[in-house]
């Protein structure tokens, strides 16, 4: 269970919580700023799927009131062995954007994936800063000798999302990741697949398994 204090001057709260237990009036508040911040990218409906049916879902406090969410599921096969997580929707209201708050997002469920057993980090995006957060948290990892190393594979899913989820391209401070999500035909819906292999020690990867996305 994840129940911490985050951030410097301004303190925030991130805690893991039960999806199907939360209350109507927290459900509403989350589900009130998801559609604040996505805009036209999010229905209420999709909202409640997004933070439903979760493994793992964090919730993100300022002063008792929830600013932020992500959730993660695990797949495992038929001999219980841990296969990978999925890095399913997160967000930070608008307000508060901007302070790193998405990364430790990002940092907390990779955390956990990794307590499970090192095998795969993946996720499905049409924003390149989702790419580039992963690849910098993992790059630490591998710095910090946490894991030995990583590849990523990138599959484009033509139409997955059915819309462009966000009004403006906001890109990331790598100008490559950046060049590669402007290949998206957004109004199509278009969205990359990423597979993200961890390497143990020994250098041997663990390859991405086809069709389970």
Known sequence: MIGRSIGGNETFKLKSEDPVKLGKEKLDEIVDFTI???KSGMTAAEAVDHIKGNDLFLLLYKDEKPIGFAGSKYLYSKGNIYIYAYLSAAVVST????LGLYSELVKSRIDEALALGPRMITTRTQNPLVEFTIKKDLDARVGRGEIGGYSLTTSLLPGVFGRRLTENFKGCQDEAINEKYRQLDLG???GYYLTFSLTLDTGNYLLPVKGIW
């Open 36 to 38: 604040k911040t996505f």
């Open 95 to 98: 307000e508060f954007q901007g």
């Open 188 to 190: 199509r819906g278009d």
